[in-house]
């Protein structure tokens, strides 16, 4: 999430955490590749419609074709956010109906990829380097006093979400 305008501090901010992510990507590439998380967020709408080619139908030529109701996109939808790295998605969250995209939400998010990325870890053959090195994923959320907070959550030692 962007807001539209940032402050000088947020801008700043976002320079420095970008920096920061640079800095460690010069160090070791293919491990920091190999190890940064990233999100997205996509509206899916609860309906497949037909291509003009998938609903033609065969008529005589005498025949006239056949009638077809308009589909609307207002059959429904939800916000799917997908956490994914290197390796495929961690995993996918679908936003409850009436629920709303707030820092509670975002919060929670970063508390269910910290738990996905143990588990995850906890499978994989190396526990130890790919605790140690999950850094840099980087969120701006909108807190609930209206001002921007920031959460970074970097899994070293100790898992930890800094807000």
């Known amino acids: 999430w962007v807001p539209h305008e940032l402050t000088i501090d947020q801008k700043q901010q976002r320079i420095d955490d970008s920096k920061e992510c640079l800095k460690l990507f010069n160090r070791n590439k293919s491990e920091f590749l190999r190890r940064y998380v990233t999100m997205d967020e996509t509206w899916l709408h609860h309906f497949t419609p037909e291509s003009n080619r998938h609903s033609s139908q065969w008529t005589a030529r005498d025949e006239p074709t056949p009638k077809r109701a308009k589909t609307q996109q207002s059959a429904g939808k939800v916000l799917a956010s997908v956490f994914w790295d290197a390796q495929g998605i961690i995993f996918i969250d679908y936003l409850k109906k009436g629920k709303t995209i707030n820092s509670d939400y975002y919060t929670s998010l970063l508390e269910r990829l910290k738990v996905e990325i143990a588990k995850k870890t906890a499978s994989s053959e190396e526990k130890k380097s790919a605790v140690s090195s999950r850094q840099c994923t980087v969120s701006q ?20 979400v800094h807000t």
């Open 141 to 160: 959320i909108n807190a609930n006093n209206g001002e921007i907070a920031r959460i970074v959550l970097r899994i070293a030692s100790a898992s930890t």
